[in-house]
């Protein structure tokens, strides 16, 4: 099983990204798939879920600003982050819970500054 996020960068305070996760080597539309974020010197926290049925739930402080979101066709899942403040800058990684196991992805770095 393998995952590979993308979509990372530099951006300004109020700015949006969209992360992508394309999972391969498992069954996607089965697997339930989280977003993790790690912010320097802080340990590592769950950001968003969204499950096999489409259910998501949130860490408080990203509630109304980041969507989690899911398309089986693409075997992919996607984090569409607006608002974006310094408070959310770090190594955002992808982990699923597949018919598998759990697996990570390799992260990728969302920076916002001005």
């Known amino acids: 099983v393998q995952l590979q996020a993308s979509g990372g960068g530099l951006v300004q305070p109020g700015g949006s990204l969209r992360l992508s996760c394309v999972v391969s080597?498992?069954?996607?539309?089965?697997?339930?798939m989280d977003w993790y974020r790690q912010a320097p010197g802080k340990e590592r926290e769950q950001v968003a879920r969204i499950t096999r049925y489409g259910s998501t739930n949130y860490v408080d402080s990203v509630k109304g600003r980041f969507t989690i979101s899911r398309d089986n066709a693409k075997n992919t899942a996607y984090l569409q982050m607006n608002s974006l403040t310094p408070e959310d800058t770090g190594v955002y990684y992808c982990n699923t819970l597949s018919p598998d196991g759990a697996y990570w992805g390799q992260g990728t770095l969302v920076t916002v500054s001005s």
């Open positions: 080597g498992t069954i996607f539309s089965l697997s339930v």
